[in-house]
C-alpha cells in the first residue's frame, strides 16, 4: 500500500472585520491569528503572551484539599512516601518533580518506576508490596493509575493510602484511591483539561507549596514540565502553552545539573532550546532510557547535583537513543510488511509478532501511522501475553473503540490519539475481529487522506528574515499549537539530491525566478527519482545551523507536481 496523496486545505482569507481589530500586527500573522480562531485584540494579546487562563487554582481540581491534607500530614509526621511513575519522558520528570518537591517542603520521598519489561505499565501488585515491606505508608501516582482498579484494592488491604495523580481518560469506573487528581474526571471544574502527567504532578506540587512554603518560587520545577508536556505530545494550547514557555525559560538557564549534561550530549544549546528540540532531541533520549532497559537512569540524570555522574548518564541515555533509532527502523520497516500484506486496503493496521520489542512497539506503530493515515496496533507477543501500543488519527478515538472491547484486555489505558494494552495471547484473534469491525463503522465511509492545515500560500519571495520574527512570537509549537505551513506553487527545481547515510532525506534547491532557497524533506529521500521539473512546495520557514553557520532554509512538509 503506498503513502495516500495528501489533501492540501489552505485557510480562508481573513475576514475584513478580523483584519482591521488586528491591524496593530503585520499581514501574514494577522492571517495566522485568524486561523488559529484568535480573532480580537485581547485574544492575541493572550495567545501570544502564552498567558495562563483565569481560575487556574489548583485547589480547583477535585480532590486536591483531600490530597495536600493528606502529604502534609506525612511530612509533618516524617512519614515515608513513594512516588509511583511511569517509565516514560512524562513519567519520569513526573516522578522526579514530586519527589523533589516533597523533600524541599522537609518530606521523606523516594521514586519508584516500574521496569517495562518486567513489570509493565502503572501500578502493579507486587510492587505495592514491595513499597509497604520498605515502610512506606502513602503511595502518590503520577501519569499512571486511573484505570488500576485491582491495584487501589490491594493497597487498601495493605494499609497505604494511595493518592492517584493521572491525566489519562478514566473508565466508567474509579479506582478505590485516598484521593484522585485528574482533571477529566466527572465533577472536576478546573478548567485545563489536557494537563500531562507532569502538568498534573506540578499542579499538586503548586497546591502543596502554596500550604507549607507560601513565599517560596512557585515556578519551582517548570523545567521538567516543560520537558514531559512537550514529549509526551499533550495539546500546546491553554495553561499548557504558558507551563512550557515558562519551562523553556529555566532549560535556557539550566539550573540543573543533569540537564545540561543532556544538552551537551544532543548537541542543543541551552540559549536557544525551543520545543522542537525537545521534541525531536531531549525527549527521546530520555525515553530511550525506558524503552531500551530502565528509566531509572533518566530519572537519575535529571535529579542528581554531581557534574561527572550527569555527565556519563547523559552519553549513557545518548547511546541508548542511538540503538533505539536503529531499533525503530528495523521494527517499522517489519511492521510495514506485516499489516499491509494481508490487505493493502485495511482500515487498521495490525504488526505483532514475538521478536518485536515492547519499549519500541508505539514509535513503529507511530511510523505506520504516520506514512498510511491509518489507526495502527503493533505489539510483541510473549509466552502467555501480547503487550501492544497503539497509535491513531484524528477520526478515530484508540481509547474509546479498546473500551468496547475491556473485557478482553488484563489492562489498558490511553487517550484520543495513543493507547496500550496487555491481552492474553488466544484472545488477540477476537480482538482484532471486534477493533476491525470498529474501524470499518467509523471509518468505511470517509475519505482516509491526511488533510495538511495551510495558513497561508504566498510567492517564494516575499519570505524575508522579518518572517521569521513573527513566527517566534507563537512559540511554543508542538501538537494543538501548529508551526506554521505556508505553500509557494510553480517553483522551479535548480537541484535535487538525497543525504543522509542511509539516503533517506531529500536535499532541493528551489527557485520562483526572484529568489533561490535551499529545502530538506526529512524522511523524502523516494522523491528523488521522480522528481518534476517544476512543483508546488508545502513547507515551514526556518533557521539552519551547521558548521557554525546560519542559513534561511524550507523545511519541506509535502511536495506536489506544478498545477
Known sequence: MPPLEKIWKVADLITPEADSALGAYPGLLRQILFNREHTTPEAAKRYLGALPPEGNDPLRIKDMGRAVDRIEHAIRNQELVAVYGDYDADGVTATALLVQAIQALGGRARDYIPDRFEEGYGLNIQALHTLKEAGVSLVISVDCGIRSLAEAAEARKLGLDLIITDHHTPGTELPDAFAIINTKQDGDEYPEKQLAGVGTAYKLAAALQARLQPNADPRMGLDLVALGTVADMVPLAGENRWLVREGLDQIRR????????????????????????????????????????????????????????????????DARNKERQALTREMSASAEVLATQADPEALLLVAIHPEYSSGVVGLAASRLVERFYRPAIVGQQGDVFTRASCRSIPHFHITHALEQCAELFENFGGHAAAAGFTIRNERVPELLERM???????????????????????????????????????????????????????????????????????????????????????????????????????????????????????NIRDLKPAQ
Open 254 to 317: 539550566p539550573a540543573r545539573q543533569g540537564l545540561m549534561s543532556l544538552m551537551g550530549a544532543a548537541g542543543v544549546k541551552p540559549a536557544g532550546v525551543s520545543s522542537g528540540d525537545i521534541g525531536y532531541m531531549l525527549g527521546p533520549r530520555l525515553n530511550a532510557a525506558g524503552r531500551m532497559e530502565n528509566a531509572k537512569a533518566a530519572y537519575d540524570l535529571l535529579t542528581t547535583n554531581d557534574i561527572f555522574k550527569a555527565g556519563q548518564l547523559a552519553q549513557y541515555l
Open 436 to 554: 476491525n469491525a470498529i474501524a470499518a463503522e467509523q471509518l468505511g465511509a470517509l475519505d482516509l487522506r491526511q488533510v495538511i492545515k495551510v495558513d497561508a500560500e504566498l510567492p517564494l519571495h516575499q519570505l524575508k528574515p522579518d518572517v521569521l520574527n513573527q513566527l517566534a512570537l507563537l512559540e511554543p509549537t508542538g501538537f494543538g499549537n501548529p508551526q506554521v505551513n505556508l505553500v509557494s506553487r510553480g517553483l522551479t527545481v535548480r537541484s535535487a539530491r538525497t543525504v543522509g547515510s542511509d539516503a533517506r532525506h531529500l536535499k532541493l534547491t528551489v527557485t520562483d525566478g526572484r529568489i533561490v532557497y535551499d529545502a530538506i524533506g526529512f524522511g523524502m529521500g523516494e522523491w528523488l527519482e521522480r522528481m518534476p521539473q517544476a512543483i508546488d512546495l508545502l513547507y515551514r520557514f526556518e533557521t539552519n545551523e551547521f558548521n557554525g553557520r546560519t542559513s534561511l532554509q524550507l
